[in-house]
């Protein structure tokens, strides 16, 4: 099975700042890389699909980057709105689907 | 708008049966494969199973395998988990997920989840 690390595992982070989360994968996966976000209580949300393409309705300052086995989700400038917990998922090894275990954002 | 609504959940003891059910409407729900996805209490998300469009093959995490089982009806657009043998570690919130349009493999719709509680 294909290992995914995300770190942090969480981070505490102001309004305005820039975050970057990273995924890191144990084989390649090529692009097959999904970033979701979800805050207490409610249902994941996806953000980037295919490692950087942006999910329609969802805020330009969320951007992804990477291919192979390095991975990045970027917050240009982070907002109120964004603190939750964020995760990425693989879709190279259909059909076993499986996440990273997550990066809290909290607010510093 | 794509709407998923799951119902079902509820406290059961270890070794008992659920039958979940997840509600689609807003797109043409026999197109698109499902997925049910879970999340105990405190921790990160799980990928549990998933069918295709029209039901022909099925799928399942090792940790469910051979005591749940997924299924649809396109008529009444609604997608199924029958989950048998229960244990504690099934406890979670269970959401159903629709296959990404733009990139299948990722999860572009999700329900507000049913919880589950296996205890005696």
């Known amino acids: 099975d294909i290992q995914m690390t995300q770190s942090p595992s969480s981070l505490s982070a102001s309004v305005g700042d820039r975050v970057t989360i990273t995924c890191r994968t144990s084989?390649?996966?090529?692009?097959?890389l999904h970033w979701y976000q979800q805050k207490p209580g409610k249902a994941p949300n996806l953000l980037i699909y295919?490692?950087?393409s942006l999910q329609s309705g969802v805020p330009s300052r969320f951007s992804g980057s990477g291919s192979g086995t390095d991975f990045t989700l970027t917050i240009s400038s982070l907002q109120p709105d964004d603190f939750a917990t964020y995760y990425c998922?693989?879709?190279?090894?259909?059909?076993?689907?499986?996440f990273g275990q997550g990066t809290k954002v909290e607010i510093k | 708008q794509v709407q998923l609504v799951e119902s079902g959940g509820g406290v059961v003891q270890p070794g008992g049966s659920l039958r979940l059910s997840c509600a689609a409407s807003?797109?043409?729900?026999?197109?698109?494969?499902i997925h049910w996805v879970r999340q105990a209490p405190g921790k990160g998300l799980e990928w549990v199973a998933f069918?295709?469009?029209?039901?022909?093959?099925?799928y399942y995490a090792d940790s469910v395998k051979g005591r749940f089982t997924i299924s649809r009806d396109n008529s009444k657009n609604t997608l199924y988990l029958q989950m048998n043998s229960l244990r504690a570690e099934d406890t979670a919130v269970y959401y159903c997920?629709?296959?990404?349009?733009?990139?299948?493999?990722?999860?572009?719709?999700w329900g507000q989840g049913t919880l589950v509680t296996v205890s005696s």
């Open positions: 998922q693989q879709s190279y090894t259909t059909p076993r689907w499986a």
């Open positions: 084989q390649s996966i090529s692009t097959y």
């Open positions: 997920a629709k296959d990404g349009i733009s990139v299948a493999g990722s999860f572009d719709y």
């Open positions: 807003g797109f043409t729900f026999s197109n698109y494969g």
């Open positions: 295919a490692a950087s």
């Open positions: 069918i295709l469009y029209d039901g022909s093959n099925k």
